[in-house]
């Protein structure tokens, strides 16, 4: 028996966006899901009593930052990364491979893995497709990632090339090293930068190794945003329909209905918790940057359209006065509205799938959000 079950409940007859559900280990997931980012065993300041407030099915966290800071073995120790943190729903750790490829001069690519420095103390260190399984195994999420190379935009065609078939091997090794497929589903990565051919090759070469999920990588780098629409157009469909597909990396409001709209079930994102931080809240009006003097006598909520405690409770002036002055809330409150706002995008966006009016719904959520490609 596998770690996950998924059962594609329909496709959405206006747009072809598939409802789904995922068994894990640790409950149901309803998709297509965003999973909000807890880089450091945290999803930055929501406790997880408040992350089942605004409905997170699922949380990601990321296995570089652990692996460095506290180190796996103590998360292991401490009974794994659920129990560490206090979250009893399903976790997604990705490979460390995103974060490591990131550090640019601070690292070194060979077959047999990464060598690079801690971005912490300035240490070496050396993460193989081996050694990210073993840390993942440890952390203990329900899902996992395979080591992948996550080549950069833009790319010439040769180095993304070898770069896909080296992501290949990797998912191979990573495959055979992990320990607990009873317990926790690996996810093989497709990449292949923005070349047809290539995407076609990568999905074929990781299909046919076999994994219980796929994730696209290597998309939301960089490029123009119809550029990663025109990929996923061509990359979705070579992916099998009863297994879940998780685009990596991708989370605005825009994004996620387009990436719905072209069949994946999964997302995640830092962006609505890092522009919280700066003082920026998602609304159904378009972004609103709180922290402008427009706001310092603006007496309403975020975002007027929104049920969530911070609209129900506290307004853009007093929102802005606490970003203004440095105070922990003002990040905190930003936050809760902006992640439940994206939750709730996705449950109006699965109600309509169910209904078969998912491009009505995309139509009116951009009409009001003022979103032009
Ligand atoms: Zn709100």
Redesign the pocket.
């Known amino acids: 028996m596998g770690a996950i079950r998924f059962e594609l409940i329909k496709t959405c007859k206006q747009s072809g966006a598939r409802l789904g559900k995922l068994y894990t280990p640790h409950g149901e997931i309803q998709t297509p899901i965003f999973m909000p980012v807890g880089t450091q065993a945290t999803v930055k300041s929501m406790t997880p009593q408040e992350l089942k407030e605004i409905n997170s099915q699922i949380i990601l966290s990321n296995t570089y930052h652990l692996y460095m800071r506290p180190g796996h073995k103590i998360v292991e120790k401490a009974g794994g990364l659920h129990k560490f943190m206090n979250w009893d729903r399903p976790i997604l750790t990705d490979s460390g491979g995103f974060q490591v490829f990131s550090l640019g001069p601070l690292r070194k690519i060979t077959e047999e893995g990464v060598e690079f420095r801690s971005h912490l103390d300035g240490s070496k260190h050396f993460i193989s497709p081996e050694k990210a399984i073993e840390i993942q195994n440890s952390l203990g999420a329900d899902i996992i990632m395979a080591f992948d190379e996550c080549a950069p935009y833009p790319a010439d065609r040769d180095y993304v090339k070898n770069s896909l078939e080296r992501t290949t091997r990797w998912a191979k090794r990573c495959k055979d090293a992990h320990k607990n497929s009873d317990r926790q589903a690996l996810f093989g990565i497709v990449q292949g930068g923005m070349y047809k051919d290539l995407r076609e090759q990568s999905a074929k070469e990781i299909m046919d190794i076999g994994f219980p999920g796929y994730a696209i990588g290597g998309l939301s780098v960089g490029e123009p945003k119809e550029l990663m629409y025109e990929v996923l157009d061509y990359t979705t469909p070579l992916l099998p329909k009863d297994k879940p597909r998780y685009l990596m990396g991708v989370g605005s409001p825009d994004d996620l209905l387009e990436g719905v709209i072209r069949g994946v079930d999964m997302f995640d994102c830092v962006l609505p918790t890092r522009i919280a931080r700066n003082g920026t809240?998602m609304t159904s009006q378009g972004k609103v940057v709180v922290r402008n003097a427009q706001y310092a006598e603006d007496f309403t909520?975020?975002?007027p359209e929104?049920?969530?405690?911070?609209?129900?409770n506290y307004t853009r002036a007093y929102i802005r006065h606490l970003i203004k002055a440095n105070e922990i809330l003002g990040a905190r409150l930003i936050t809760?509205?902006n992640l439940?706002?994206l939750l709730k995008l996705m449950e109006n966006v699965r109600n309509a799938i169910k209904e078969d009016r998912l491009l009505d719904y995309k139509n009116e959520f951009f009409r009001k959000y003022g979103y032009t490609l």
């Open positions: 809240a909520p975020l975002d929104c049920d969530c405690y911070t609209c129900k809760y509205h439940y706002f």
